[in-house]
């Protein structure tokens, strides 16, 4: 069941969703600059070091938490379907896991769809990690990927496009509510309507349908639940259980297991979609706080 803190803000939640509905359509732009995935927006802490940087020609930031080992990075996908985020949106949340991770965190802003579709993103994710490895020269090992939601996605293809490369692999991942299958079509997608505060079968289709762009939902870059998941490195998965996502979690880490790799899947119980956000509530702190232990006890 739910803290107190997290059933405030579950409430919090619902009340925007209703007020949503007697809204007049707003821009993209509009969106964009309000895009708030789990209520308040928080700002990168004070004592966090912001450092904008190209990462092969990918814009982006490096956030370093006090104490962080610079030769440990963590790259961070945020989530918004393909369409939204920033580091405004999950700038906090990259940072409290450097935080208790110990590591530099390179925070991404790949390009977003409609404006540049898949695979874009796919394209800045995999330059960036080029960069991390050719341009400043880091192993494999001491480094880890982590997303939310899309992001999660994203991280997933990283991983699959580096193995069918032949290139070596970060040492772990970390994946939040991620997104890995945009043929919508797990059960959760019907089964959790009703008790999911934030997504709605439209909203997640159309997103995908802008990300897309005509190309193949069952592509393994763009559904990674449709790849060859053998080789791939440990992996974290964290999910809610109202959370239309939650299949999407569940059947990646059923068939990541079936493929030998070792997974970790955490399901919290009545926890919405990228409830890590949550920040002061128990379930993101205590979430974050494990996410901090499984990567430093894979990445050296």
């Known amino acids: 069941m739910p803290s107190g803190a997290m059933q405030d803000a579950l409430d919090v939640l619902w009340a925007r969703r ?16 309000g895009f708030a995935p789990a209520g308040p927006v928080h700002p990168v ?16 930031y490096w956030l370093s938490p006090p104490g962080s080992d610079a030769s440990r990075v963590l790259l961070f996908l945020h989530g918004g379907g393909y369409e939204f985020g920033s580091v405004r ?3 906090e949340l990259a940072a409290r896991i450097g935080r208790e991770a110990g590591m530099r965190v ?11 579709p898949f695979p874009a993103a796919v394209d800045d994710v995999l330059a ?34 580096t193995r069918d490369a032949g290139d070596a692999l970060p040492a772990a991942a970390v994946l939040m509510s991620p997104t890995v299958d945009l043929t919508s079509s797990g059960a959760s997608m019907t089964e959790r309507v009703d ?11 159309g997103l995908a349908s802008d990300y897309l762009a005509g190309a193949d939902p069952k592509n393994p870059l763009a559904s990674p639940l449709y790849a060859s998941l053998s080789g ?7 999910v809610g259980t109202s959370d239309l996502l939650l299949s999407d979690a569940e059947r990646l880490a ?12 955490e399901v919290g119980e009545g926890l919405p979609h990228v409830y890590q956000l949550l920040l002061g509530t128990p379930e993101a702190a205590e979430a974050t706080e494990r996410i901090g232990s499984f990567l430093r006890a894979r990445v050296p």
């Open 195 to 205: 008790v999911d505060p934030i997504s709605t079968p439209a909203l997640l289709s």
């Open 106 to 116: 390179l925070f991404l802003e790949y390009r977003l769809a409609p404006e540049h």
């Open 45 to 60: 802490p004070d004592d966090v070091a912001v450092t904008e940087i190209g990462a092969g020609g990918v814009p982006g």
């Open 128 to 161: 960036a990690w080029r960069w991390l490895r050719v341009e400043l020269g880091l192993g494999a090992g001491s480094l880890a990927v982590a997303g939310d939601s899309a992001g999660g996605g994203l991280s997933v293809a990283l991983l699959v496009a």
């Open 18 to 33: 209703r007020a949503s509905a007697d809204q007049p359509p707003s821009t993209l732009e509009e969106d964009r600059a």
């Open 254 to 265: 059923a068939a990541a297991t079936d493929a030998g790799v070792d997974v970790t899947l």
């Open 89 to 91: 949106s999950d700038g």
């Open 232 to 238: 791939l490195p440990p992996l974290l998965v964290q």
